[in-house]
């Protein structure tokens, strides 16, 4: 319930920012209670600052957090109240990665039957796997993958870049097929694919797919990217050196 003595202060953290109402009579821990389904952070993992103007900080703390109330600190309004996790990063949720939400996948003998799917659609005009040239189609395509695998000689263990980007270098780990991109593209995901670890963590995954690894271990960074044979360049790609081009004093 609103009161009269209400402080309108913005709330930020790492997931969130939003305006809040805040009475000064409050503690700092029911603060922390009250910002918990905010932030998504517990209580007792959140550091408090108290941001006032661009230069001036208070921290929001106090020994006995239960009995110390919000007053005593130079609440202002549209002040900013900063909420720090300090749970170490691999113990946080992570409430951006859509991956990791759960979803409704309608069965397969089931979407067969519809006849308002793009399914029932390609059926009907001849397309993919349905084309009566598919097969030859397909087989030429595969033909096409292999080749260029050949004729670049890409091969595991040798340094390339990726789609002709000087910041996505790294090096081959992985020539073939990939199953679980089949599974997840049919037919199309079929041939080669070229498995890199880049320098930097500006990929994909961790060198694992769909709980199959390929290279790496568990709780590596994402510097892994799969990709067809037409976009990877072997060659001396080295190692960027970020400090190269800095002038030395």
């Known amino acids: 319930m609103q009161t009269a003595g209400d402080i309108p202060l913005l709330v930020s953290s790492e997931n969130a920012s939003s305006e809040r109402r805040v009475t000064p009579s409050w503690t700092i ?24 103007g661009s230069q001036q900080t208070v921290p929001i703390e106090a020994a ?9 600190f130079p609440l202002a309004p549209y002040a900013e109240i900063l909420v720090t996790d300090l749970r170490p990063p691999g113990a946080r949720p992570n409430y951006t990665d859509p991956s990791a939400v759960p979803k409704y996948e309608l069965p397969t003998a089931i979407y067969e039957t519809k006849t308002d799917s793009v399914l029932a659609w390609k059926k009907a005009n001849k397309l993919g796997r349905f084309d009566p040239d598919a097969p030859t189609i397909l087989s ?7 080749s260029e695998v050949a004729e670049k000689g890409i091969e595991k263990g040798k340094r390339c870049r990726v789609g002709g980007e000087d910041a996505k270098r790294g090096e081959v780990m992985y020539v073939g097929e990939v199953e679980e991109i089949v599974k997840g593209q049919g037919e199309g995901g079929r041939g080669v694919w070229v498995g890199v670890k880049l320098d930097e963590p500006v990929g994909k995954n961790d060198g694992s797919l769909g709980g199959h690894r390929y290279w790496g271990k568990e709780g590596d960074a994402k510097f892994g990217v799969f990709v067809r044979p037409e976009r990877v360049e072997v060659g001396e790609w080295p190692v960027l050196d970020d400090l190269e081009d800095m002038e030395e004093f």
């Open 29 to 52: 821990g029911q603060l922390k209670a009250k910002l918990e389904p905010v932030t998504g952070i517990p209580p007792l993992s959140q550091k408090l600052i108290l941001k006032l």
């Open 140 to 146: 030429s395509r595969l033909a096409g993958y292999a």
């Open 64 to 72: 006995d957090e239960e009995n110390t109330q919000l007053s005593s």
